[in-house]
């Protein structure tokens, strides 16, 4: 079974602190997504990664960055934590294009709290 | 631009009766289309994907979803419900983005409850 591993399932972090989120997936995936999940707006896409070192933003960029150095781990950085990015974060993962099942595999979540 | 709507916030169903969650999407081209599910404090679960060939899918769990490409919808359905299927359902649609990666854009869920 692929999976998605996401280091923490609960974060407490004061406001200005840098965050960071780690994931790891363990099928050699290409593609590797953190998403925002908040309620009534689903999930929407921070940035994407098609490749080591390589990344895309999605659609809500601003107060994130992330880093890919190794294929399989993929980090989310807050540089500087407010309150509104209170959320839970996704990470996701995929196989590249025309590389076999097209679904994405999504770790546990981490739900970030910000004071 | 891709976007998916899921009209209903929340679906209330009586156990043991049929049920249906509702997805229409707009997307470029062919669309590829999933259903996922998401229990509570956990991450998405795949239940099932329609990417060409016949428009009734079966899925995980007993789930299947109906391609209407002239409605542009993709409904997920279930012949009974269970007290376990009670969860958040979300539909998504994948595209290709600038050549490198095929992302997902997702509605904004409906919470279904199915009551014993």
């Known amino acids: 079974d692929v999976k998605v591993t996401q280091s923490s399932r609960y974060l407490v972090k004061r406001t200005g602190e840098k965050v960071f989120l780690e994931c790891v997936q363990d099928?050699?995936?290409?593609?590797m997504f953190w998403y925002r999940q908040d309620p009534g707006l689903g999930l929407r896409l921070i940035y994407f990664?098609?490749?080591?070192?390589?990344?895309e933003k999605g659609d809500i960029p601003e107060g994130y960055s992330v880093s890919r150095e190794k294929k399989e781990r993929f980090s989310l950085i807050l540089e500087s934590a407010s309150t509104n990015q209170t959320s839970m974060y996704l990470c996701?993962?995929?196989?590249?294009?025309?590389?076999?099942?097209?679904?994405?595999?999504f770790g546990q979540g981490t739900r970030l709290t910000v004071v | 631009a891709q976007s998916v709507a899921q009209p209903e916030d929340q679906v209330n169903v009586a156990e043991g009766n049929p049920l249906t969650v509702k997805c229409t999407y707009s997307?470029?081209?062919?669309?590829?289309l999933f259903w996922y599910v998401q229990y509570p404090n956990r991450g998405l679960q795949f239940l099932l994907k329609?990417?060409?060939?016949?428009?009734l899918v079966k899925g995980s769990y007993g789930f299947e979803a109906e391609f209407n490409k002239s409605q542009t919808s993709f409904h997920l359905k279930k012949p009974s419900a269970l007290v376990s299927d009670s969860a958040l359902y979300f539909c998504?649609?994948?595209?290709?983005?600038?050549?490198?990666?095929?992302?997902?854009?997702f509605g904004s869920g409906t919470q279904l409850t199915v009551l014993p």
């Open positions: 996701a993962s995929s196989p590249g294009l025309g590389k076999g099942n097209t679904e994405a595999f």
């Open positions: 099928m050699d995936h290409e593609n």
């Open positions: 990664s098609y490749d080591v070192k390589m990344k």
């Open positions: 997307v470029s081209g062919n669309p590829y």
């Open positions: 329609y990417i060409t060939g016949d428009n």
């Open positions: 998504a649609v994948s595209h290709i983005s600038s050549g490198s990666a095929r992302q997902l854009t």
